[in-house]
């Protein structure tokens, strides 16, 4: 009678413990939410990139330059609002994986997940009961090959030893014990000895069955809404159930309970390691497919509930409109990453250049168009009030440097990161290519005439461009660029920008004015004015010869 009661209360206290866990899940979910806050972890990036570094990589996602010159790491740690090491992964591949055309937009998902509270919050509690682990590496098992275990029938001929020692005691005392000691000693060195090559393997596999934990969870979900989605989820589930029970055994011992430490023994000394690794990875060889759908579903589902989330923080954001014209439209356009941003529109057309001072807007402006153009084409969603596109592929060529491993310079890599702009447009795929700074790398008169040439090649081809330069120059050298400008006002003792993009070349000439302001020695600007000047009439740059000798005297 005792060992029930404390058997009874042992089970009460599990379930009690059960109770309020959900209850404080839930509780957090509802604080994120009203509070717009996410409490979600977050993870190294070589850990959330395994999915697209092998299964993406498509030829024109968003590539490696692009995504470091949009700062899109920190993008995705905005947006990361996802419960699972899945659902980083799959959002970190699909904010590099744009899509041409309007289909696996999701936005119907991410309609359902702002609307249905109670189904987002069921969602969220089984998503959190996955949460999230470094380096899992769960979607390798889409096409590595694991190597299974060799002789897999010597472990259970080891395996089964110490029970037919057991066996045998019943009959010869002395030889049973030998039997079983020498097969317990012989099992531990066996485990010992090979484990190393299962552990990397093992924990990869316990957050692989914990995927299919959320599955069979997620199968039991109710609503009405998600029923296209339990019934996928539910015929993916089922084959690969069963590895449930296979990683149970594996994970005996691995706990805090008291009993945990017997647990560990039993798994060692009948090699259930082993043996259980062999039909894990038979099974998910067996069913890779099914594995491959599920670990899609979960991440879609998370990633989405992420996506929704964000524009719950984001209230200024719309969904775009797609066109078939070489256009780029948008009404209150903003970066996602600045504090208390400047708000533009402007309808930008198939080419366009941007000229105006350091420090006016250009370089966040240009940013801000990008980012939200692969947001619109990746997660369908736009921080600003309206925004119409023909889709693209984006690139850019912004923040170069230089590459001290391959020996490049500055300006052998800026013109590499222009020259793969150029194969692109010249394959003829619709992209958007952003510019800023174009070939700064290298002298003034060079510069301008390489650039003007470059401006004049992709005013031939199709695609969207856009580029930022201080060489007022270009600005009537090349046509078809439309002209826009970012200006700032020299006050008494400040200087003023507005941050705000406007028609026409940049007419300010404010850095001479600038290092007045400065307090630079009047000797300094007063000549800066005068070769300026001079250039203007003279079209040559000449220090006066009088200045040469003040200077020396």
């Not at 700064?440 to 401006?455: C, D, F, K, L, Q």
């Not at 004049?456 to 580029?467: A, F, N, R, Y």
Request: with cysteine; glycine share 6%.
């Amino acid at each position: 009678m005792k060992y029930i009661i404390i058997l009874a209360a042992l089970f009460g206290i599990i379930f009690l413990s059960d109770i309020l866990k959900k209850r404080r899940l839930k509780r957090m979910v509802a604080k994120e939410w009203s509070e717009k806050k996410s409490f979600s972890l977050d993870e190294p990036v070589d850990s959330v990139n395994t999915y697209w570094k092998n299964h993406g990589g498509q030829q024109h996602g968003v590539d490696d330059i692009t995504w470091r010159d949009l700062s899109l790491d920190e993008v995705f740690k905005k947006l990361n609002y996802t419960q699972t090491s899945v659902g980083s992964e799959y959002l970190y591949h699909q904010l590099h994986n744009i899509q041409l055309t309007d289909q696996d937009r999701d936005e119907p998902f991410y309609q359902l997940m702002q609307e249905n509270e109670p189904l987002r919050t069921r969602l969220l509690f089984d998503l959190k009961l996955l949460g999230k682990r470094n380096h899992t590496n769960s979607s390798s098992f889409f096409h590595k090959e694991y190597q299974n275990i060799k002789h897999v029938w010597l472990y259970f001929v080891c395996g089964i030893l110490p029970v037919v020692s057991i066996g045998v005691i019943f009959f010869s005392m002395k030889y049973g014990l030998l039997s079983l000691i020498v097969s317990l000693c012989l099992n531990i060195v066996i485990y010992y000895k090979n484990r190393r090559h299962l552990d990397i393997s093992l924990y990869e596999i316990s957050y692989l069955a914990g995927i299919i934990r959320t599955g069979k969870r997620m199968n039991n979900i109710t609503d009405d809404s998600f029923r296209p989605y339990r019934k996928s989820i539910g015929k993916l589930v089922e084959p690969i159930q069963k590895m449930l029970f296979l990683e149970r055994v594996v994970s005996l011992g691995k706990g805090t309970g008291d009993l945990e430490g017997l647990f560990e023994y039993i798994r060692i000394i009948f090699l259930l390691d082993f043996i259980s690794y062999f039909f894990i990875i038979r099974m998910l060889q067996n069913h890779k497919e099914e594995y491959e759908a599920l670990w899609k579903a979960i991440g879609k589902i998370d990633s989405c509930i992420a996506v929704a989330f964000y524009r719950r923080a984001n209230s200024d954001y719309c969904t775009p409109e797609f066109i078939h014209t070489e256009e780029v439209l948008f009404e209150d356009m903003y970066h996602p990453l600045i504090e208390d941003p400047v708000k533009n529109a402007s309808q930008l057309t198939k080419l366009s250049l941007i000229t105006g001072s350091n420090a006016s807007g250009k370089s966040t402006f240009m940013k801000a168009v990008a980012i939200n153009a692969i947001l619109a084409q990746t997660i369908n969603t736009v921080l600003a009030s309206s925004w119409s596109m023909k889709p693209g592929y984006v690139l850019s060529s912004m923040a170069i440097q230089d590459n001290v491993i391959d020996g490049d310079s500055y300006f052998k890599a800026e013109i590499k990161s222009l020259k793969r702009i150029m194969n692109t447009v010249e394959s003829g795929v619709p992209c958007l290519a952003f510019i800023d700074e174009i070939l700064r790398g290298t002298n003034t008169v060079e510069r301008i005439a390489a650039s003007a040439s470059i401006m004049e090649w992709l005013s031939k081809h199709q695609g969207m461009t856009m580029i930022a330069s201080h060489d007022i120059e270009l600005t009537t050298m090349v046509e078809g660029f439309e002209n826009y400008h970012f200006r700032e006002t020299v006050q008494e003792d400040s200087v003023y920008f507005d941050y705000k993009i406007h028609r026409g070349p940049s007419t300010t000439k404010n850095a001479i004015k600038l290092l007045e302001q400065m307090k630079y020695p009047t000797v300094v600007t007063g000549l800066a004015y005068r070769l300026a000047s001079d250039f203007e009439v003279r079209g040559e740059w000449k220090v006066p010869s009088t200045y040469i000798a003040q200077t020396r005297m």
